[in-house]
């Protein structure tokens, strides 16, 4: 059986706060050594090889894979922002090899299967699962999900979610052990006797109008209706309603993550008023 604890921390101080996730997880953790672990922080515009010498001082054989978020979401405080969180995992059947697979955007096949390949020698055995963090910005245009599939197989469940940066949108970094990256992506192998099930949910939605995409290439949308970008994709009314909800958010409680997203979305409002919106019928453009 797989067992795990965690801790989270939204400290005015980053690095005291993960002096205080590690202290309460080593608590709950008793004489237990932990094999494996996942560290996210949202704290931005920090010493984060400090961070996780911290962790690793208190858990010198840990294998750590984490990364930046956009916030973080537990069980204890719910969703939180300018925050820290530890998971420790611990199974007495269950081996873990961490790797890393770096600069995935400019070879990232070669990038995936090496970081991969090193991942299955630490743990000398076929593993039974993946747990994977790649750069959330830099593979925007990269189809990762088919990468994956290719290197790791078909069969092999894996999990996990891109790295973020709150909604800065200029770049985000990855952890192993105790090197940070950026343009890379985590890998943390399990294997042995390990039942799992998997569930899927989707929150939003459709409704409103249809519109046709215009451009696209692969994962990236250049134009939807004859608009470019952003405004594009919520439409005029939608991108002016959700704009005015989070300016006010942001003006009311100051929420980094509502003020940073309005930022976005007040340039492609300015941008789309200078112009109506047409359709064009050249698609090369």
Known sequence: MIETVFSVSDDF????????????????LGSRIPPAGNFFTSCLDVDYSQMLAEIHTAFPDIELIGCTTDGEITQRAGFSEDSSALLIISADHIRFAASIAENISEDSGSSVEKGFRQAKDKLADEPTLALVLPDGMSTLSVPIDAILRSVMGESLPIFGGSAGDGLRLKQTFQFQGERVFTNAMPILLLAGALDMAVDI?????????????????????????????????????????????????????????????????????????????????????
């Open 201 to 285: 949910a989707i929150g939003p939605q459709p409704h409103g109008d249809f519109y046709p995409v215009d451009k696209a290439d692969g994962n990236v949308i250049y134009r939807i209706d004859g608009v470019k970008g952003l405004a594009g994709f919520y439409g005029f009314a939608r991108l002016s309603e959700l704009l005015e909800h989070l300016e006010g958010s942001a003006n009311k409680r100051e929420y980094r993550t509502a003020q940073a997203l309005a930022d976005v979305l007040s340039s492609h409002v300015n941008e789309l008023r200078q112009q109506k919106p047409h359709v064009v019928d050249d698609l090369a453009n």
């Open 13 to 28: 101080d980053p690095l005291a706060g993960v002096g205080k996730v590690v202290d309460d997880c080593r608590e709950q």
